[in-house]
């Protein structure tokens, strides 16, 4: 599997000079899976530039499109997303139970006049719900792709993807506390994982004013990875006012937790246009 991020804040994207490292988009990731499959996991901004590699006119798109859930930054960057706006192009779109009804709610919203956005009905591209992930998994080809719902106002969906011995697992917009039973069963569902890219929002400081707001602290996220013996951990989904600098602070604290504790876990904070190889 080869993973590359095109967005990766939280909230709303935040360009500048203060997020040229980390990246500014919202949430997107591209999975090239080993028999040449493309899964993109959401369409927050990210995905404008995603669709732009798929300009070559010769080119059919078949893609799986994943959908955490509809809040906003998971969403809006759809209708920038050019290949939708082409026939030669299918997309199979899995995940969050009401996902197809947040795409179409980028277009027909009543917000716009109808030349912009168009309506969703006027897309060229084949988009079709398949809806296997909430009865159970996906199979492309040999790789097995299952769900966990996770803890955030009005839910979120993760990803386990499974692709011969390796696991790489998602998880964002999860609000972790290591008191509540929804704790043990995210250290059951990423037990083994060689990645985990986890939603990392909130420094240990912040969390207590932002309970219930369904995101969660590197603590609680350094908790998970080491009581599911995971590999690697990617943290993610940057608190929009985060700097790079915050960041970078943000790692190295975690990696030195990480040293006290004896433990062999590697520690990355997710970068845009940055790419992992599994
Ligand atoms: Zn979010
Ligand atoms: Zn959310």
Known sequence: MKI???GTRGSIPVPGKDTIIYGGNTTCLEV???DGKKVIIDAGTGIRSLGREFESPKEDVDIYILITHIHWDH???FPFFSPIYRSSTRILVDGYNSCMKGLRYS???KMGDGLFPVKFEELKADIQFINKLSHGYLEIDGTFIDGIPLCHPQGSFGFRFREG???LIFMTDNELDVKKKSFND???FCQGADILIHDSHY????ISKHRGWGHSDYQSVLDLALSANVKKLVLFHHAPGRKDSDIIKMTILCQDL???KNSNLEIEAAKENSVLVL
């Open 4 to 6: 590359k991020f095109w």
């Open 32 to 34: 090239d899976l080993i």
């Open 75 to 77: 969403i809006f960057g």
């Open 107 to 109: 277009f027909d919203n």
């Open 165 to 167: 011995n390796k696991t």
């Open 186 to 188: 995210c250290v059951d």
């Open 203 to 206: 420094e240990p400081e912040e």
């Open 258 to 260: 990480i040293r006290k």
